[in-house]
């Protein structure tokens, strides 16, 4: 269980509006509340992608998070993607550099996901490929900074609805802290991907 001083930051975008995020690149009213997006309760978050562009939220609520986990729902089954298109859902970052990250990709016939994780020396390591099908599914994803300069014990764990975790451990990551999240399409976006990308019940916790 969560406690409530655990809770960082929460949205279920039951308000119908975005006003409980920072802010965020909403690229011309691509980035919206609305029912169609709903995995839970009434409303979800519904991204449009007609274009290359970022288009996401962002959280400012993590302090100096040495510890991070985040929850939310995702469905990709309005997405059509073309053959070898990834980009990123999801990050987490210091003040100005990527700590980890969430992609997907079309492999084929198949949606696949993975965890991205740099380290100190700005090398990242990532998890193997994932597949899900492009219902509604719990996402989750966990990271934990190394314990002390030189100590390679950080780690990342990530799951897809009820299948096992993923993880990546033995990461450098010491002086590394969580001090924002991005969600929806972060970066990568490329021209064979357009649709919308769906988003519920945003959670995130110190663990």
Same mark, same amino acid.
Request: proline share 5%.
């Given at each position: 269980?969560?406690?409530?001083? @655990? ?7 039951e308000?119908? @509006?975005? *006003? ?19 995995m ?5 978050? *519904? ?16 302090a ?8 939310f729902?995702f ?9 070898? @298109? #990834? ?5 987490i970052?210091t003040d ?9 990709r ?15 020396d700005?090398?990242? #390591?990532?998890s193997t490929?994932q ?7 719990a ?6 900074? *190394? ?9 990342? #764990? ?18 590394? #802290?969580v001090?924002?999240a991005l969600?929806?399409a972060?970066?990568g976006v490329?021209?064979g991907?357009?649709g919308a ?11």
């Amino acid at each position: 269980m969560t406690r409530p001083n @655990d809770v960082i930051f929460r949205d279920g975008f039951e308000s119908g @509006d975005l *006003a409980a995020w920072s802010g965020g690149k909403l690229d011309n009213g691509d980035v919206f509340v609305t029912p169609y997006a709903a995995m839970v309760g009434n409303l979800g978050l *519904a991204i449009e992608i007609d274009d290359n562009n970022q288009a996401h939220l962002t959280d400012h609520s993590p302090a100096a998070e040495a510890r991070y986990r985040a929850r939310f729902y995702f469905s990709a089954n309005q997405l059509p993607m073309a053959a070898t @298109d #990834r980009f990123t859902i999801f990050g987490i970052y210091t003040d100005t550099a990527l700590i980890a990250m969430l992609e997907i990709r079309r492999d084929g016939p198949l949606m696949q996901m993975r965890a991205v994780a740099r380290q100190e020396d700005g090398t990242q #390591r990532s998890s193997t490929w994932q597949t899900f099908d492009q219902n509604g599914h719990a996402i989750l994803l966990e990271w934990q900074a *190394a314990s002390a300069p030189g100590a390679a014990d950080g780690w990342l #764990r990530f799951a897809i609805g009820p299948n096992p975790p993923v993880e990546l451990p033995g990461l450098n990551t010491a002086s590394l #802290r969580v001090e924002r999240a991005l969600l929806g399409a972060v970066t990568g976006v490329d021209s064979g991907t357009r649709g919308a990308i769906l988003f519920d019940e945003f959670v995130s916790t110190r663990w």
